[in-house]
């Protein structure tokens, strides 16, 4: 297994974390149609929030060899009522993990995913959330990650 080391993301790889981004939407897709309108903004965002000095929003990528981005691990922090047993209230979520296909099964998710984990840890974060695929359940099993009892619901204020 080839594993390059992750590193934490800056603004210029917004539009490839973008692109990764839409690598992962695509592999859930359901048959429904999708446009782009969408990439724009979530660039504008990722250079916005990975600008910050201290950062609630980050990633961790590891390069392609010929240039760009070959996987990523994006997470951010949130601040939420505390309560018993988490008192400061502030958990970790972890989205977009996503490693192209031509790169898959070297590591490179691991390496990021293993990266924002220690990421957060150095932030005082004690709880980190995500929605696991199929897919990468075994490597988030591996990671310590273990299924809740409490399933999610959306709400949809508005179409789009």
Not at 18 to 40: C, K, P, Q
Not at 90 to 96: D, E
Not at 115 to 121: C, H, P, S, T, Y
Request: aromatic letters at 6%; a positive charge.
């Amino acid at each position: 297994m080839i594993c390059m080391t992750a590193r934490q993301a800056v603004p210029g790889d917004a539009a490839e974390l973008v692109r990764l981004r839409a690598v992962m939407l695509r592999s859930f897709d359901r048959g429904t149609s999708w446009d782009d309108d969408w990439r724009e903004p979530a660039r504008q965002t990722l250079v916005k929030k990975l600008s910050e000095p201290e950062p609630v929003l980050t990633a961790f990528v590891v390069d392609r060899a010929g240039g760009g981005l070959a996987a990523c691990a994006v997470g951010t922090i949130e601040q939420r009522l505390g309560g018993p047993g988490d008192p400061a209230g502030r958990m970790g979520y972890v989205f977009s993990v996503v490693t192209d296909p031509d790169e898959r099964r070297r590591g490179h998710s691991r390496a990021c995913l293993t990266a924002l984990i220690a990421w957060f840890r150095a932030q005082g974060i004690h709880r980190v959330d995500l929605r696991a695929s199929s897919d990468g359940e075994p490597l988030y099993e591996s990671l310590g990650f273990r299924r809740t009892a409490d399933p999610a619901m959306r709400l949809r204020l508005q179409e789009g």
